[in-house]
């Protein structure tokens, strides 16, 4: 049977949301619904000239939405022109990055309808095949940024409710373990720092109860694991990153939502990320 995908493009402002469909292959068995596009893009600046200062034949050209001027009609001190020169190479540089990121994040909503779940992720990321989750997506500036979904084989065993793994406390402490399992290393000088910062259980929009689970985890290595002398192999910090989990049950079997992102990266993203999380729901399949 052919699953249709469907993507649904909704504005920061109002406007009315497109649909667009295609066919889906065997392999990619998905649905995917989209959430937050502008209704319209923004329209090229139109700049009117007087007659006194209209421009020639040849004096400006168009570059996608911009304007070019390749001939000046005012003359600009070359002092003057320097100090734009430099200002704009500021602003590029400092400035541009900082107003980038204050603008609001748009979502989709991916939906799995075969395996019964759903979530919100940022407009922007790429889904990765090949990773090993049963869906993986990650910021494709932020290597270290990256969600994905785990679901455990009915087969094995057979999950009622998330209570199941006992209250969050007990639940958060086999996240942290099995996160470390993962993350086992073989080099000579490793050495990882972890914590659980918080669980919680809540009750979502469905009617089901899920547990948040946020643990911290710390790697250090040897900058010469092969020193002989202590003094010699300086432990340095490699990387320091918040992993946050989702535990939801349905259809017998455990799904987690899991998220990485590095912890000065959640300090900025926090609202973002936990919209992610919050958006998260095991889903019925259908018989």
Known sequence: MRVLQASNIYGVGFGIPSISTRPNSSYHRHATI???EALAKSAPIERKFSEQHSLKKGDMEKEGNSVVLEKKDFAVPRRKAMTLILSSFVLSNYELPKVAYAQSVEFREYIDTF????????RNWIQVRGAGA???????????ENLSVEISSPSSSKYKSVKDLGPPEEAGKGVLKQYLTEFMS??????????VLSTSSRVADDGKLYYDVEVNIKSYANNNELAVMP?????????????LSVLG??????????????????????????AIMNSFRANKIAA
């Open 34 to 36: 989209a959430t937050g």
């Open 115 to 122: 395996d019964g779940y759903s979530f919100m992720y940022p």
């Open 134 to 144: 049963d869906i993986f997506f990650r910021d494709p500036l932020v290597l270290d």
């Open 186 to 195: 073989t080099r000579l000088g490793v050495r990882r720092e972890s914590s």
């Open 231 to 243: 003094q010699d192999r300086v432990a340095r910090l490699e990387w320091d990153r918040r992993y």
């Open 249 to 274: 049950v349905e259809n017998n079997c455990l799904y987690e939502l899991r998220i990485q992102t590095p912890e000065k990266v959640f300090v900025q993203e926090e609202s973002d990320i936990r």
